[in-house]
């Protein structure tokens, strides 16, 4: 262990003397930018905080939909999100070593997000860059996306009649119709939809992205009869989704009557390492 | 029978023809009848019209204007070189009502690169007017027929040998509705009467792929014809639409009506069958053939189009929100694109529907109930 401490420690010192502008940039919102070094993908370190999220799931409340409730979620411990989504060029680098399994087109460019990805491909790439990096990566929970986001994540509440569930089914498709706008589905470079309060690029572009968060239906009423379901996971972007997770292509494959995701891609949170943890590094 | 001649016969008459162009002018002109001018609207709308009319025949005069384009097709930006009626695909729907005279301007201009012309299948001889009406670039023709059966009817482009198809499918077919001059009524006679009424065309398309499997793009129509009729001899589309693209009736295009309206869907499919279906709807007298002298059938849940024929459907929205409109091949609806939507407004019914219980875990047995019978004793 202490060797690898002080091979970590070296291999800062070197990150920071072979890049003088400095691997970690102190941002205005207090959050610090960390620049892309060997298979390390570049990340935006946010503070702890807190945000105000519309819960993921399906909720009751006596035996009837209700709408889903606002929960304020702290985040505790520094997040540490990667700048962009996972590039088709680092996708394509864990195909090559076998790490991760051929999509259906073989792009491999830098500066385009890898899309067409199912939950479980994201999975592959997490193992893949964890074990490359000898960091340990995940997807965000849904939680931690809305955080991130800030002011790209959307709201997805609508008001609920009891006794009419059109309403809920009109209003949901009235707001999906104008969020997507006029914009197609065809991935665009890194950059094409600016970037966030936080300086995170292309939050809900035409890319939509997977989280570890398992679809759930709760009864406000009876919170511990939750049902919880992991075989489809919540996907984050224009709208939140909730795409079965093998589904690599939901855009044919929303429901009859929704807005489908236009591409699904994903971008990974880093945990804090041993250095990061104890000398907040 | 095709002889020499008759073949002899055909030159001489053409000859006759071209060398007498004013002869060929003053048949238009012996109809002693008024006439009106229609502006045509693109899919899914349809040009204001009466159901019923008390009017006597008249010549309705139409223009359609022949445009080779390049158009995208789907979400993901697929390039389709498409041949259309009027700049859409399908083309127009045209109505009239039956003993009227539908007089067609058809325009090819200049700046398209092939022959076109058109066969009506409402229309009798001629191929369906296809034979008077094949049309360089650069040329227009005239085309007057009588409308002496009523119903909904394809029209297509049909420029002979295997032009045909890829015409077809690459978008030049629309249709025509021919309206009893009394409108239309059901089985028994009884007067029926929509408040609104849209026209779906079907396209099935056929794009080739590159090496990688990705869909390829052409400069002009002349280019893609190799590769594009080797994909439409496997019979196979890679779309399936309305309107000529994915997603043109959802979204922001989604067809709109209210709860209690009467709305005419009339569906067309100038190559292949299909089977629509309204999902949460039905089709409350559905004239599934398309011929308005048959009476039409009521309450059903899906009907056939079959391929080079139009049909209509009748329905009265009876609850409000979100119904798809699909072909009932669901790969076809949901992979291929044959999706549309309705966004209706009004007020829910909670005798013809109601969550009584929400979705949530099923229950544990109940203490001291009956056992689950089992086939033993």
């Known amino acids: 262990m202490p060797l690898a401490l002080k091979f970590k420690v070296a291999l800062l010192a070197a990150g920071i003397a072979a890049t003088p502008v400095a691997a970690a940039t102190l941002l205005a919102d207090g959050s610090r930018d960390i620049a892309a070094r060997g298979a390390e993908p570049a990340l935006v370190e946010l503070r702890p905080g807190s945000v105000a999220y519309r819960a993921a799931g399906e909720f009751t409340r006596a035996g009837k939909i209700a709408e889903a409730p606002v929960v304020i979620v702290r985040i505790t411990q520094p997040l540490a999100i990667m700048k962009t989504q996972v590039s088709a060029a680092d996708y394509q680098r864990c195909v090559a070593e076998r790490g991760c399994k051929a999509l259906a087109a073989a792009d491999a460019r830098e500066a385009h997000p890898a899309v067409q990805v199912s939950w479980h491909d994201a999975n592959d790439y997490v193992r893949w860059l964890s074990r490359r990096t000898g960091a340990s990566y995940r997807l965000p929970t849904d939680e931690e996306w809305a955080f991130a986001a800030g002011s790209r994540w959307h709201d997805d509440g609508v008001a609920i009649d009891a006794n009419d569930p059109s309403r809920r089914s009109l209003a949901r498709y009235e707001r999906e119709t104008e969020l997507k706008g006029t914009v197609d589905g065809t991935p665009r470079p890194f950059g094409s939809f600016g970037a966030n309060e936080h300086g995170l690029i292309d939050l809900s572009g035409n890319v939509w992205e997977w989280t570890s968060t398992c679809f759930t239906r709760i009864a406000l009423d009876n919170p511990a009869a939750a049902t919880v379901n992991c075989g489809v996971r919540v996907v984050e972007g224009q709208h939140r989704s909730y795409v079965t997770d093998f589904i690599r292509d939901a855009r044919a494959g929303g429901c009859a009557a929704g807005i489908p995701p236009s591409n699904l891609g994903f971008r990974l949170v880093r945990e804090p390492n041993v250095l990061e943890r104890w000398f907040g590094l | ?377």
């Open chain 2, 1 to 377: 029978m095709l002889t020499r001649r008759s073949t002899l016969m055909g030159a001489a008459l053409a000859a006759l023809v071209l060398a007498t162009p004013a002869l060929a002018q003053t048949s238009g002109v012996d109809l002693k009848l008024p006439r009106q001018r229609v502006d045509l609207v693109a899919p899914p709308f349809v040009h204001p019209h009466e159901q019923a009319t008390r009017q006597s025949p008249k010549i309705m005069e139409f223009r359609m204007v022949i445009e080779e384009k390049k158009v995208v097709i789907d979400e993901q930006g697929t390039t389709f070189q498409a041949m259309t009626f009027n700049g859409s695909m399908p083309g127009p729907l045209m109505v009239v009502h039956e003993g009227d005279y539908v007089e067609l301007t058809l325009v090819n201009p200049g700046t398209n690169t092939m022959p076109h012309n058109i066969d009506f299948h409402a229309a009798t001889g001629a191929l369906g007017g296809a034979e008077l009406t094949l049309i360089n670039p650069g040329e227009q023709v005239v085309l007057r027929f009588k409308a002496t059966r009523t119903g909904v009817f394809v029209y297509h482009c049909a420029p002979g040998g295997p032009m045909i198809p890829w015409h077809v499918v690459s978008g030049m077919h629309g249709a025509i509705m021919v309206l009893p001059r009394d409108g239309l009524k059901d089985g028994s006679g009884k007067p029926l009467h929509y408040d609104r009424v849209y026209y779906i065309g079907e396209n099935d398309l056929y794009v080739p792929r590159d090496e990688n499997g990705k869909f390829k793009s052409y400069d002009s129509p002349g280019d893609s014809y190799a590769d594009t009729v080797e994909v439409m001899r496997k019979l196979t589309p890679t779309h399936v639409v309305f309107e000529g693209s994915v997603g043109a009736l959802t979204g922001k295009n989604a067809l709109k009506a209210n709860v209690g309206e009467n709305v005419l869907i009339v569906h067309s499919q100038a190559n292949r069958d299909s089977r629509p279906h309204l999902i949460g709807g039905h089709g409350d007298y559905v004239w599934e053939t398309g011929k308005f002298s048959n009476a039409p059938e009521t309450g059903l849940e899906t009907w056939f189009i079959r391929g080079g024929s139009a049909g209509a459907a009748m329905y009265k929205f009876l609850q409000p929100g979100i119904y798809a409109y699909v072909t009932h091949n669901l790969i076809e609806a949901v992979e291929l694109g044959a999706t549309a939507h309705f966004k209706v407004d009004g007020k829910w019914n909670d005798d013809l529907m109601t969550q009584v219980k929400a979705p949530a875990p099923i229950p544990p047995k109940v203490e001291g109930a009956l056992p689950a019978k089992t086939t033993k004793n």
